[in-house]
């Protein structure tokens, strides 16, 4: 078991594309950290770095204090899972599993007891003798699971391991894999696309676009306190409704404007965005969590806008409905600069652009296509800059 | 839906038309027996030279003209001829020597040295090919397929002055040597080959590489681990073709081996129907009869080799 650290670690491929900047992470000991964001923003990248698989452009990357940029995969002592599970289809599971314990020269004894270990904290002792085509998809999940957690390695990296799993399986293999983790306590990076999985397995979760790190917290601080535009409009579901706006103050009281509509932020918000005064007439950001969405109605007490309700999906005990609103909606996707460039791309107020999670009962009652006065808990409201997409802290 | 569970779907949607379609077998085979009178007449098509030659190596008259399909007078003298190593000449004439079995042993030593050493060299190129990204790769690949693009004939003057000088250096590789004949044969197909493996090399896929890699195992023992096993389908069609191209080869052969006793099956037969030995048709037909199973049985042998499917359950399917 040991750290991985990441020092100012870069990489360019050979054809000149960057994948990776200056990357710094600490990922200590014995943690399960998430690494996250939308395909294509070096993630995978930088996990198989740590792997060995790609070499370093440049910056340091080091595991137990040793650094490892020069070494081939077989000296690092790690163990990868992969998306695809790559398992060998001429071995049965117990060659599979036993592949990297023989290639180490383990003693007869040894590789059977730890693939029996291995297969038993997996629930594979009765398909050890199959090979992988003769199981199902969440079985063979495992045996890659297997095949990483019996050597012991010093850490575990695994590339979007669940989602070639159907969504019940999935949700099943996330819990699985956890427990797993913080029984054997072996470090864990561990790459998803998928920010649920992020927030629900990850001790920490780093959080990454387009080659650049942009902020490691816990699941609950990258929830509440988003260090920018980006991590906010991608953490949480549904995510983050962000508005254009700007700032107006009257009489000492600020307020954000939305399209026509003033929204007058509480003492509470002045507090957590102080940089908002003294901000009048320049544009930020506004963003609301759906959560923080109520019916006008039933929270009297919070200031509200009006918007058209265009859809409402019921989920049970909750539903989700689908305002919009006179105002541009700011894409966290792209970059935020071409963004207001590009101008209507993305920005459209011809779709949705206001979501919020109300209870069932919220929702009965609403019609879809009326114009409803929709609350805004300013309380956890956030703020960004429009142009650097920096919280207004 | 997992891989599994479409198997065991289509293998019972299989099971249903199986009982359904026993159920109606007689209405069905009677629809059907044009077919099995047609595959019986294919079968008797494909047969017909088969039953020639093995007509003819059992039929006493040694020439094909007045032959018949059913032999006059059965006889078992062209097989003695070639076990003993003589054919009688022309009346008053001496026997002819023929080590037909010196020919038999120097055809199975060179065809199954140039058919493993082609799997494995060829295996060896692929591998690189397909799976490293070095300088010259793109020039290789080219170089390969525009040097196929020449038929091997074109070079045997060529190959015979090379094989001719440098045997004057190196005894062993050079003219009448089957080394010489070995290497030859091996730079001959090479580019097919490597071009053939490469494309089956790539749809192995490169996680199941880079899992062995992270599991400890050097870029060798991914080769022989792991992507051998997984290649055996094109490795047996290869070693297969390159066997049965060999056994098969004549003007090569008789270029570089000139002493009866280096000769190969298809250069020494020869010698019973160029005249030499006067025309032994019926000798000939009995030596080519015996060379034929070594090559059928390595064909059975390496059928169950020659399916496909056997990346199944590497990944996600």
Not at chain 1, 98 to 118: M, N, P, Q, T
Not at chain 1, 357 to 381: C, F, N, Q, W, Y
Not at chain 2, 92 to 98: A, I, L, M, N
Not at chain 2, 159 to 188: D, E, K, M, R, S
């Amino acid at each position: 078991m040991a750290d991985v650290v990441f020092d100012g670690v870069d990489k360019v491929f050979p054809n000149g594309v960057q994948a990776v900047y200056e990357l710094s992470l600490d990922v200590h000991d014995g943690e399960f950290l998430v690494l996250v964001g939308p395909s294509g923003c070096g993630k995978t990248t930088a996990l198989r770095m740590v792997a060995g698989l790609e070499e370093i452009t440049d910056g340091t990357l080091t595991i137990g204090g040793r650094v490892v940029n020069d070494l081939s995969p077989k000296e690092r002592d790690v163990a990868m899972v992969f998306q695809n599970y790559a398992l060998y289809p001429h071995l049965t599971v117990a060659d599979n599993i036993a592949f990297g314990l023989r290639l180490r020269r383990e003693s007869k004894s040894v590789i059977e007891e730890r693939v029996h270990w291995a297969a038993k904290m997996l629930d594979l002792s009765p398909y050890l003798a199959r090979r992988p085509k003769e199981l199902s998809g969440g079985q063979r999940q495992r045996v890659a699971m297997g095949r990483a957690i019996v050597r012991k390695p010093q850490a575990f990296l695994m590339d979007e391991p669940l989602s070639n799993l159907d969504a019940k399986l999935r949700v099943q293999m996330r819990a699985d894999i956890a427990k797993l983790q913080r029984d054997l306590e072996t470090t864990t990076i561990y790459v998803t696309h998928d920010q649920v999985e992020a927030m629900t397995m990850g001790d920490r979760v780093a959080v990454m676009n387009q080659g650049r790190l942009q902020q490691v917290d816990t699941p609950q601080r990258l929830y509440d306190n988003p260090a920018n535009l980006f991590v906010a409009g991608f953490i949480g579901t549904p995510p983050m409704n962000l508005l254009a706006a700007s700032v107006a103050s009257q009489n000492g009281s600020v307020s954000v404007q939305v399209g026509e509509q003033a929204v007058p932020l509480s003492d509470e918000a002045m507090r957590r965005f102080p940089a908002v005064r003294g901000r009048e007439g320049r544009e930020v950001v506004l963003g609301v969590r759906a959560d923080d969405l109520h019916r006008a109605d039933r929270r009297p007490d919070l200031p509200a806008v009006n918007a058209n309700l265009e859809l409402i999906e019921a989920l049970g005990s909750q539903s989700i409905a689908y305002f919009r609103i006179d105002a541009m909606v700011i894409g966290v996707d792209e970059d935020l600069i071409d963004e207001r460039e590009a101008d209507g791309e993305g920005v459209t107020a011809a779709r949705p652009n206001l979501v919020s999670a109300m209870s069932a009962e919220d929702a009965v009652g609403l019609r879809t296509g009326e114009r409803v006065p929709v609350a805004i808990d300013t309380k956890h409201i956030h703020l960004f800059d429009a142009e650097t997409g920096a919280p207004l802290r | 839906m997992s891989t599994a569970e479409h198997l065991e779907t289509s293998a019972a949607v299989g099971l249903g038309t199986r009982t359904r379609r026993a159920r109606r077998r007689p209405r069905v085979l009677g629809g059907t027996w044009w077919r099995h009178v047609l595959a019986i007449l294919v079968i008797l098509w494909a047969l017909f030279p088969i039953a020639y030659v093995t007509s003819a190596a059992f039929n006493a008259n040694q020439t094909l003209g007045s032959a018949t399909l059913v032999p006059e007078r059965v006889t078992l003298d062209n097989f003695r001829y070639l076990v003993e190593g003589e054919v009688p000449g022309r009346p008053g004439d001496p026997p002819t020597e023929v080590p037909y079995l010196r020919w038999y042993a120097n055809t199975m030593i060179i065809a199954a040295c140039t058919a493993v050493l082609t799997v494995l060299l060829g295996a060896l190129a692929a591998y690189a090919f397909s799976r490293f990204r070095f300088k010259g790769r793109r020039l290789g690949l080219l170089a390969l397929l525009l040097i196929q693009m020449f038929p091997q004939l074109l070079l045997v003057v060529a190959i015979y002055l090379i094989v001719l000088h440098t045997g004057a250096v190196f005894g062993f590789i050079g003219l009448n040597t089957l080394t010489g004949l070995i290497l030859v044969y091996l730079g001959g197909v090479m580019g097919v080959n490597v071009w053939l493996m490469k494309g089956f090399f790539d749809t192995i896929p490169a996680e199941l590489d880079e899992s062995a890699r992270v599991d400890g195992a050097t870029p060798a023992q991914v080769f022989w681990g792991v992507i051998l096993p997984l290649a055996a389908p094109v490795l047996a069609v290869i070693g297969l073709f390159s066997f049965i191209g060999v056994v098969n080869e004549f003007v090569i052969a008789s270029v570089l081996l000139q002493e009866q006793d280096k000769f190969t099956l298809a250069r020494g037969l020869w010698g019973f129907i160029d005249q030499k030995y006067s025309e032994n048709w019926g000798t000939f037909s009995a030596g080519v009869l015996l060379a034929a199973p070594p090559v059928v049985i390595l064909f059975l042998f390496l059928q169950k080799f020659i399916v496909s499917g056997l990346t199944g359950g590497a990944v996600k399917g």
